[in-house]
């Protein structure tokens, strides 16, 4: 997934194996909070992030694209 105009994001700098999800309500009322606008795309998601629990994730944008590829691990 490519994320474009990108106004907020919370994760780790590297994380792997995204489980994308719906945003909760709360999730969505922070990324308002923090850009002051509701964002055109919200993406939730869990991620290992090299912890012992997994990472939860939240980065909003202008717009979004998936684009298949191979990403070496």
């Known amino acids: 997934m490519i994320l474009t105009d990108t106004s907020y994001v919370r994760?780790?700098?590297a994380f792997?194996?995204?489980v994308?999800?719906?945003p909760t309500a709360t999730e969505r009322a922070e990324a308002v909070?923090?850009?002051g606008l509701e964002p055109p795309v919200l993406v939730a998601?869990?991620?290992?992030?090299?912890g012992t629990e997994p990472v939860s994730c939240l980065p909003a944008a202008g717009a979004w694209a998936v684009r298949q590829m191979h990403v070496p691990r």
Not at 45 to 50: H, N
Request: charged share 35%; hydrophobic share 20%.
């Open 11 to 13: 994760c780790p700098t």
């Open 16 to 18: 792997c194996d995204p």
């Open 20 to 22: 994308f999800r719906e």
């Open 33 to 35: 909070r923090l850009t």
């Open 45 to 50: 998601f869990e991620a290992d992030g090299g």
